[in-house]
């Protein structure tokens, strides 16, 4: 991924650890998002469809935020951030930092835009579906 998008991803971390949810200006249209494990897997298009797969995830959470671990530069469009979230389930309860939870989004990039979004919540299944090992160094800070 180029450095711009590089710091486009990284800019839209930033807002999302400061849990702003509403800035889209760098999404693409046709943007294709997706849950590809965790309590709700799923696949939605255009930004009203991202709107919609989020909040109906978010939905289940009090306090939910993201916390940017690493970034892994994968190649002139891709990039993977590690993260670790934070949240208590509505209906359980629980705190989601006691289980030491650790995902992944997939972000890939054109022309200045994001055309994808592919959200793990297990990292380690995000490097598998890559073709990576966990141990590659993955600091692209």
């Known amino acids: 991924m180029s450095s711009t998008n590089l710091e486009l991803v990284r800019s839209i971390y930033a807002a999302w650890e400061r849990g702003d949810w509403v800035w889209v200006d760098w999404a693409h249209p046709e943007l294709r998002y997706a849950y590809a494990d965790g309590p709700s897997p799923g696949q939605w298009t255009g930004i009203e469809g991202m709107t919609e797969g989020f909040r109906d995830f978010l939905g289940a959470w009090d306090d939910w ?51 994808k979004i592919v959200q793990y919540f297990d990292r380690d299944r995000a490097f598998a579906d890559l073709g990576l090992t966990p141990e590659e160094p993955h600091d692209a800070r």
């Open 65 to 115: 935020g993201v916390v940017a671990d690493d970034y892994l530069d994968l190649d002139g469009e891709r990039v993977l951030v590690g993260f670790h979230f934070t949240g208590r389930g509505k209906a359980s309860g629980v705190d989601v930092t006691q289980l030491h939870a650790h995902g992944a989004t997939l972000f890939e990039a054109s022309g200045g835009k994001v055309t």
